[in-house]
């Protein structure tokens, strides 16, 4: 009369070890989402400091005397609107550093105006200044995009959805600007 | 005199300030004195004589949309080339805080030189303040001068000092006798618009939703619209009778712009905002059109508190139908203001307006020498010294 006990023990053992299976891969979504989260959060603030950095040494640019008065101005106003943005309102912060990146490239679309400013060692300075802000604008954006489509795919998965893994986290978007240097300005950080 | 003027707008694009600069220019040079304007524009664009191109305009993002400007180190050396060659006795800028011919010209000169600013919508003092470089290059204005009261407000609050007030001028003569275009005017009264179609500030929708009662109460009243902008799309969310009502002339020429003045029997500005002074209320007085205008600042002062002109309250289409339909009604009442408007716009006339012009130039010519060549030597060379 051992074999009912048996089959009950084995049962058991089998759901035992289902709900441990099931709870090892709850517990590994979740800190898998979790990981993801942070990093996006990193990623973000990243791009976000990046930024700042560009549109203050654009600022800097602009005040410094060494462009015409006009080139000046376009670049301080873009700059300004870029600095003073609401960074919770993505779409606004999408269109004003897209208009900071064309307000560039129109500044500097005349190849003198980065060979004026290369005459002398502040000038040197601030367009080096301007060009690693620049690319690591782009390199940052590109980080936090990758980020974005890695959380998506976790987040679309059928435990994360179903038992709502990821809380009242918002679906993660990606950032789209416009961040592509001017080409007199491109690469300078190298030099 | 020998008068330079600089207009930042690309000369091709129409545009406020530059008609303002070439009726100007016009009304000087038929005084006598001689005249040259330095405008954006391509080499090749066909140009009155006294246009000297300054180059093409580049469209890029500025103060919310994109502007058409010269900069960078070519615009900079053909404004100081303007200005070797031109020997002016003093030089008139429009608009200098627009990052543009003006304020490069600014840089480039020394001597007396007068400033008109047109626009209620100056950047921040923040976006100034990043750039003491070109206060610098403001300080040098000899004159400012405002078109209107809240051009000058937001001067005087964006950076300081003061202004005199020289409204836009208009030439009330041609207004006043241009004529009507029986074909245009409806069978129970005509009332006009014109303005973009699909600029909501300039308030054809509110115009529209006012013409359902209005058409329901004057069946055969025409509504004429004269302006850019997708005629179709306009009209999308009015009713067939108010569609049927409403005539779209598309871009009107200035000769057409004034005969439309001179058909209607209303002139409607339904306008929410934005308006820093309002020439088309000044053109439709000048050519006798009662005008009914919402009750915008700048509005209200063009139309003597509502003294030569009918205020509703902006962005209300009941009341405009009500006080629409009112004028409509009372022939005698439109005509007073139709009499009264004639004469209050003669102080906008540009006889006026370029004199008292005139006597900014005079007074600022007394205080600076010759317009010549500032030192903008590239810092470099001033740093050697």
Redesign the interface.
């Known amino acids: 009369m051992t074999s009912p006990n048996i089959s009950v023990v084995v049962v058991v053992a089998a759901v035992l070890a289902g709900v441990m299976v099931l709870g090892w891969y709850l517990t590994f979504s979740a800190t898998r989402l979790d990981r993801l989260h942070a990093r996006l959060e990193g990623a973000r603030s990243a791009l976000d400091a990046q930024l700042v950095r560009r549109a203050s040494v654009a600022?800097q640019i602009?005040?410094?005397?060494?462009l015409?008065?006009?080139?000046?101005?376009?670049l301080?106003?873009?700059?300004?609107e870029a600095r003073?943005v609401d960074g919770s309102d993505q779409t606004s912060r999408e269109v004003t550093e897209s208009?900071l990146t064309?307000?560039l490239q129109?500044?500097f679309?005349?190849p003198?105006?980065a060979g004026?400013l290369r005459?002398?060692p502040v000038g040197r300075e601030l367009l080096h200044e301007l060009s690693a802000a620049g690319l690591r604008v782009q390199l940052a954006r590109r980080f936090l995009n990758d980020v974005v489509r890695a959380a998506r795919v976790v987040r679309r998965k059928r435990v994360v959805r179903y038992l709502r893994l990821a809380g009242h986290a918002e679906w993660p978007a990606t950032f789209e600007m416009s961040d592509t240097p001017p080409d007199t300005v491109a690469g300078a950080a190298f030099i | 005199m020998k008068v330079g003027i600089v207009c930042p707008y690309s000369w091709d694009v129409p545009g406020g300030v530059q008609f303002h600069v070439r009726d100007l220019t016009e009304v000087l040079m038929a005084r006598g004195h001689e005249v040259s304007v330095l405008a954006p524009a391509d080499d090749d664009t066909p140009l009155p004589p006294y246009v000297v191109p300054a180059g093409r305009a580049?469209p890029?993002?500025?103060?919310g949309s994109v502007a058409r400007?010269?900069?960078?180190?070519?615009?900079?050396a053909r404004v100081r080339r303007w200005l070797r060659e031109g020997e002016f006795d003093v030089l008139h800028i429009h608009e200098p805080?627009?990052?543009?011919?003006s304020?490069?010209a600014?840089?480039a000169a020394t001597g007396a030189i007068v400033a008109t600013f047109h626009t209620a919508n100056l950047?921040?003092r923040?976006?100034l303040a990043?750039?003491?470089?070109?206060e610098s290059?403001l300080e040098k204005i000899g004159a400012r001068v405002a078109v209107s009261e809240d051009a000058r407000r937001t001067l005087v609050e964006h950076m300081g000092g003061d202004a005199v007030l020289i409204p836009n001028g208009v030439f009330v003569d041609r207004f006043a006798a241009a004529d009507p275009e029986p074909v245009w005017r409806g069978t129970n009264g005509t009332v006009g618009f014109i303005g973009r179609l699909d600029e909501e500030r300039k308030g054809l929708p509110t115009l529209l939703a006012a013409m359902e009662a209005v058409v329901a109460a004057r069946p055969g009243i025409r509504l004429l619209v004269a302006g850019r902008g997708d005629a179709e799309e306009a009209v999308d969310d009015v009713s067939p009778a108010v569609r049927d009502a409403v005539t779209f002339l598309g871009v009107v020429s200035e000769a057409d712009k004034a005969r439309l003045l001179r058909t209607v029997d209303v002139y409607v500005a339904p306008n929410l905002g934005g308006e820093s002074f309002g020439i088309i209320l000044v053109e439709a007085m000048s050519a006798g059109a009662p005008v009914l205008a919402s009750d915008l600042d700048a509005f209200g002062r063009v139309l003597d508190g509502g003294r030569v002109g009918v205020l509703f309250p902006a962005g209300d289409p009941d009341a405009l139908a009500t006080s629409l339909l009112d004028l409509l009604d009372d022939e005698a009442r439109r005509r007073k203001l139709c009499a009264d408007g004639r004469e209050w716009v003669r102080r906008f006339d540009w006889s006026v307006v370029a004199g008292d012009l005139i006597a900014v130039y005079e007074t600022v010519r007394a205080g600076a020498g010759a317009v010549g060549e500032a030192d903008v030597r590239?810092?470099?060379d001033r740093?050697r010294r």
């Open positions: 600022l602009a005040g410094s005397g060494r015409d008065p006009a080139t000046s101005l376009l301080a106003d873009a700059a300004h003073e208009n064309g307000a129109a500044a679309a005349e003198s105006v004026d005459q002398d | 580049v890029v993002p500025y103060n400007v010269n900069f960078g180190p070519l615009s900079a805080a627009t990052p543009s011919l304020i490069l600014c840089w950047r921040s923040a976006m990043a750039a003491p470089f070109l290059a590239p810092w470099r740093l």
